[in-house]
């Protein structure tokens, strides 16, 4: 909504509503979705805000239920990408590209943003670059609350060696703010949304305590600038509101649904970790925690593994019970790939699940999905060798108006993950000569 003045006025300056605008109470600050009121009295609504996300599969993939044999627009849709294929025209897969430290799931993991060549040597050493979200971040970062999110499905763990006698880091995070300094991520929905909508003050841990103990909600406490604010704004902005508000309660709901089960299990936690026990529910609660930051644009930029690598996890909900990784060492034997490409498949659905609810939320006249370019994939192709060639990659979304959708590159010429980094940094704005081991940009 376009705020008129209430004297003649040649201009006005500023915004009638600003997009940081936070409701604060005890031990809560609320961030507001985008809202007609945030765009400047008699100006044209400012351009779309581009997010960056990267969505990332462990243990390699299927190739064979992956790869389309067609380049171009007219690629068929594979087994593994069938769940994607209401979003063809949002989606453009890349083949050829390889990893840059190809050594077992270290590397893959460890030069996925990166772009390293090699890492640390041993489970002490911690070593590789800056990740590529990391420098989006710098840029990003100066106009949101936080600079990034770094996501997973799995608990962090940054210490110990996981693989080829490697430190475990590699395996469980994809985010690096130096060469020394591995970002940690977060699978606990709890931290995730107090991270999200806890007041950030020094007594921020003592009023979020006080509330959990009193079983209030965020909502709650800033209940009544919520109502004061909804008074000034439009029909359209009360609806958005009252929706956004509704799904913030939802999620509340649903936490606190997970710590009573997990409560009733180890009643000798002061702390419920927040985790639920089931998979699917988990992921949704994450997905949506996911949605609620892009919208209310407190980050621009989120790392999200849907699993570490060499997790072992099994999915008896699909009818594979197999751990995930020792399946991935399937000797080609074709009953076996066939079984491990239903994960992949799996894979795609959940993801598939989330870009509807990008879908689902109006930036005005585009979708959160429009404003948005999303990294879907791996840095292991066929996992019973480890390979790090032909890596398992598409992009998805509108990238705010560059990313056409609809078709299959493919480059013969083997360029790496780091070539396709300096590329995606620079549809943001962000120029930089090198990253790892990179040649040169591509052209996508």
Not at 22 to 51: E, N, S, V, W, Y
Not at 74 to 81: A, N
Not at 369 to 390: C, E, K, P, Q, V
Request: glycine share 8%; hydrophobic share 40%.
């Amino acid at each position: 909504m376009k705020i008129k003045p209430q004297n003649p006025t040649p201009f006005v300056t500023g915004k009638s509503l600003s997009r940081r605008t936070l409701l604060k109470g005890a031990g809560a600050a609320l961030a507001l979705p985008i809202l007609d009121a945030m765009t400047p009295a008699f100006a044209q609504a400012p351009g779309p805000i581009h997010r960056f996300q990267t969505v990332y599969i462990p243990n390699g993939m299927a190739m064979d239920y992956w790869s389309p044999a067609i380049i171009g627009k007219d690629f068929e849709i594979t087994p593994v990408l069938a769940p994607l294929h209401k979003y063809r025209d949002n989606m453009r897969l890349i083949s050829g590209l390889k990893a840059n430290w190809n050594i077992a799931h270290a590397g893959a993991g460890g030069s996925f943003l990166t772009g390293v060549t090699r890492g640390g040597r041993n489970e002490t050493e911690i070593l590789a670059d800056v990740s590529m979200d990391q420098l989006l971040a710098n840029k990003l970062g100066m106009s949101t609350q936080l600079s990034s999110l770094e996501l997973s499905m799995d608990a962090p763990a940054l210490a110990g060696a996981c693989t080829v006698n490697l430190s475990c880091v590699y395996t469980h995070t994809l985010s690096w703010r130096g060469k020394t300094e591995p970002l940690p991520t977060e699978h606990n929905p709890r931290a995730v949304f107090e991270r999200l909508f806890g007041d950030s003050g020094s007594t921020a841990q003592t009023a979020r305590a006080a509330r959990l103990s009193q079983q209030s909600s965020i909502l709650d406490a800033v209940m009544d600038k919520l109502a004061s604010l909804e008074n000034k704004l439009g029909q359209a902005d009360r609806h958005l509101v009252n929706s956004y508000t509704e799904s913030v309660r939802d999620i509340e709901r649903r936490i606190e649904k997970a710590e009573e089960q997990i409560d009733l299990e180890l009643p000798e936690l002061a702390q419920p970790a927040g985790v639920p026990a089931e998979f699917d529910e988990h992921m949704e609660l994450m997905q949506d925690l996911q949605v609620l930051a892009l919208q209310t644009d407190l980050t621009r930029v989120i790392t999200f593994m849907m699993s570490k690598e060499q997790s072992a996890r099994p999915y008896p909900q699909i009818g594979v019970p197999d751990a995930h990784h020792p399946l991935s060492h399937h000797n080609n034997v074709p009953e076996l790939v066939e079984r491990m490409s239903k994960i992949n498949i799996y894979h795609t659905s959940l993801f598939s699940s989330y870009l509807d609810k990008l879908a689902a939320v109006k930036e005005g006249d585009d979708t959160l999905l429009d404003n948005m370019t999303i990294l879907y994939g791996g840095g292991i192709s066929n996992s019973t060798i480890h390979s790090g060639i032909n890596l398992p990659v598409l992009l998805a979304g509108g990238g705010a108006g560059w990313l056409q959708g609809g078709e299959h590159l493919a480059f013969d010429n083997e360029p790496t993950m780091a070539d396709l980094h300096l590329s995606l940094l620079d549809k943001f704005g962000v120029q930089v000569d090198e990253l790892g081991g990179s040649s040169a940009p591509l052209s996508i």
